[in-house]
């Protein structure tokens, strides 16, 4: 239950910074609005330090925070299949609650909000070009990039203790301000499809599609870079 508990509320901070920068910037009257790519970037890093640390803290030594990130430790023999399914569990959970706290945190910016694709934004990613292979590639490359470090950072030389999550956050923060202008860089697919869903069901006036014609590729992209960090993480540092 640690484990669960840590990712959970891990991810539900992730989401909740995240998501709320998101709505913060795009949604009407808010006090954030317009303040753009390099506050958005901002937001997630931080949620992702904040993240780390809570689930750490709940039970969930690893904080994975990211199926991708679950998915490519088992690969990488550093995680189990049974261990891995916990933690996607709690992120998939804590990802819809984050969600919900975006909603109900921005509750009186929905209706003075016009532009649905703003709306969905607050929730989910969407591609700045629609062509779905090139946004798949775009999402395995962010992924690798982020499994590939955050493993280097921890199973390296790796910096002294207590200093892998502010690098995990800097990190974050730079594959969104170099790599996340073309599709959003959703690079964990329970960041992306847990909102999507709760943008689905929640009453947000005028809302628009969901956009699940798109919805796999920020599930399978991470998924499919993710495997590929791991693979050669486990080639990289094999003992």
């Known amino acids: 239950m640690g484990v669960f508990i840590g990712e959970?509320?891990?991810?539900?901070?992730?989401?909740?910074?995240?998501?709320?920068?998101?709505?913060?910037?795009l949604?009407?009257?808010?006090?954030?609005?317009?303040?753009?790519?390099?506050?958005?970037?901002?937001g997630w890093a931080f949620g992702v330090l904040a993240g780390v640390f809570v689930a750490q803290a709940a039970g969930s030594p690893g904080a994975a925070i990211n199926p991708a990130v679950s998915i490519a430790g088992v690969?990488?023999?550093?995680?189990?299949?049974?261990?891995?399914?916990?933690?996607?569990?709690g992120q998939f959970v804590g990802a819809f609650i984050g969600a919900i706290l975006v909603y109900l945190h921005y509750l009186s910016h929905w209706g003075e909000t016009d532009d649905p694709g703003s709306k969905l934004a607050c929730f989910s990613t969407g591609p700045a070009i629609r062509n779905l292979g090139a946004n798949l590639i775009c999402e395995t490359i962010g992924a690798f990039v982020l499994v590939l470090?955050?493993?280097?950072?921890?199973?390296?030389?790796?910096?002294?203790a207590g200093l892998g999550p502010y690098l995990v956050a800097a990190l974050v923060w730079g594959i969104g301000l170099s790599m996340g202008g073309t599709t959003g860089?959703?690079?964990?697919?329970?960041?992306?499809?847990?909102?999507?869903?709760a943008h689905q069901i929640l009453p947000?006036?005028?809302?628009?599609?969901?956009?699940?014609?798109?919805?796999w590729v920020p599930v399978v992209g991470p998924?499919?870079?993710?495997?590929?960090?791991?693979?050669?993480t486990s080639i990289l540092y094999a003992s």
């Open 8 to 25: 959970l509320l891990g991810t539900m901070l992730l989401v909740l910074f995240g998501n709320g920068v998101v709505a913060g910037v």
């Open 27 to 42: 949604l009407s009257k808010s006090k954030a609005q317009n303040a753009g790519w390099v506050g958005i970037t901002a």
């Open 75 to 89: 690969v990488a023999g550093s995680n189990t299949i049974g261990n891995a399914f916990i933690e996607i569990a």
């Open 149 to 160: 470090v955050v493993f280097a950072i921890f199973n390296g030389a790796g910096p002294a």
């Open 185 to 197: 860089y959703a690079i964990n697919p329970a960041r992306d499809l847990a909102p999507r869903i």
């Open 204 to 215: 947000i006036p005028g809302k628009g599609d969901s956009d699940w014609a798109y919805s």
């Open 223 to 232: 998924i499919i870079g993710g495997v590929i960090a791991g693979i050669l």
